[in-house]
């Protein structure tokens, strides 16, 4: 379905327009924000594990003083 897709000259035409939508001052700056974005979503995909992890430990602390109140 996707077979050459991305041929040298495709992506020749989206530098192009790329190019002609950011202008050739604004483009550095764009490449910073999209890499910003990539590495904020790559640090929020780990976060859950991490949280995870946090929250378990909390719980099993919960229980543990639950059952020093009985």
């Given amino acids: 379905m ?16 790329v190019l002609i939508v950011f202008g050739a001052g604004k483009l550095p700056d764009a490449a910073g924000a999209l890499g910003r974005g990539i590495r904020e979503f790559k640090q929020a995909a780990n976060e859950p594990a991490k949280s995870d992890h946090l929250a378990s430990g909390s719980r099993d602390d919960a229980r543990s003083s639950g059952r020093d109140t009985k």
């Fill in 2 to 17: 996707f077979e050459g897709l991305f041929q040298p000259m495709h992506l020749l035409l989206i530098l192009v327009i």
